[in-house]
């Protein structure tokens, strides 16, 4: 009896030992989370690539290596993540698993075993590797189809988000077709070339044909057909040729304007509100990054449905 108590006696500092290391910290529906799963994500930390950002709720990695909380609502999610991914189906195969790691080889054309070979040199073993693997493709599988599938950001939304930053801009702009007929104060100084330009306005004002007093009259070095400038947006053209056609109709023309180069008359060919082309070339950098953020609340706000829902039971303080 004596020899047994005394067995009993120095077994109990390892049963004590062993129930610390696997001491159940949390249940969330019919899985458990253990003492040991914290040591497991610590484990994890180690390496980035194996920690999913996306059951963080908005938390940050290095919130998550220092606070134990943060780590509890982590393992909480996955477990949730889990039950969902059961529970709706999601479940996918070794196979597929191998196969994806067969996908990424010939992508970055490797071999399989350079791929297992490049993760077993930051401390993650093959079945490591395909564990996470595994969960990676069913969470993907459960996101895209609860919350992906469901994100709409629309090019207005882009624009809205593209105008609060920038409110000095303008959602759209005008596009101008112009021509125009140049007169040239290098040749006989400023005031004959105004001259010049008031002859042939009464011209013009008495119904001679715009184009063909542009090819007979303009002194524009790099002249094209019937005095043709190009198209602009505003801002890109000369402020003050830019500032004459303003009220203008396709079809009319300005008076005399003067500009840094000399003396114009311009006739505007076409006028039309064109968007911005500096939202156009930001619009789908701009839709990536709300769907981004939109999908980080959708995805925190998801967890918290499903943790509301769940029988989720805490032990520790």
């Known amino acids: ?107 970055n054309n490797v071999t399989v075993n350079d791929v297992l070979a490049a993760f077993k040199a930051q401390g ?4 490591e590797y395909q564990a996470f693997l595994k969960e990676k493709i069913e969470k993907q599988s459960l996101i895209e189809a609860e919350i992906i599938s469901k994100l709409r950001i629309s090019d207005d939304d882009a624009l809205a988000e593209y105008l609060k930053k920038n409110p000095q801009n303008k959602s759209s702009v005008n596009e101008f077709t112009v021509a125009h007929i140049f007169f040239n104060p290098k040749k006989g100084g400023s005031e004959a070339a105004y001259k010049r330009a008031e002859a042939v306005l009464t011209k013009l004002r008495s119904g001679e044909n715009f184009e063909t007093l542009a090819e007979q009259n303009s002194e524009d070095p790099n002249f094209t057909s019937g005095g043709l400038l190009g198209t602009f947006k505003s801002g890109e053209f000369l402020k003050e040729v830019e500032d004459s056609i303003q009220g203008l109709n396709a079809g009319q023309t300005t008076g005399i304007v003067k500009s840094r180069m000399g003396y114009h008359i311009v006739k505007l ?49």
Do not use: C
């Open 124 to 127: 993650i073993s093959t079945s």
């Open 269 to 317: 060919l076409d006028k039309k509100l064109t968007t911005d082309p500096r939202f156009e070339r930001e619009k789908e950098q701009i839709k990536a990054s709300l769907f981004e953020q939109n999908f980080k609340r959708q995805m925190k706000n998801w967890l918290l449905s499903k943790r509301e829902e769940a029988f989720v039971r805490i032990n520790e303080k």
């Open 1 to 107: 009896m004596t020899k047994l108590l005394v067995s009993v006696l120095f077994l109990l500092p390892l049963v004590s030992r062993a129930e610390v290391v696997e001491r159940i910290v949390a249940v969330v529906n019919n899985e458990i989370i253990l003492e040991s799963d914290f040591k497991e994500l610590q484990k994890k930390l180690k390496t980035p690539a194996l920690i999913d950002e996306a059951m963080l709720s908005g938390k940050s990695v290095e919130d998550l290596k220092k606070d134990r909380k943060v780590q509890l609502d982590y393992l909480i999610n996955e477990k949730i993540m889990s039950s969902e991914i059961k529970r709706l189906n999601h479940s996918v195969t070794m196979e597929r698993v191998d196969q994806e790691i067969r996908d990424m080889a010939k992508k």
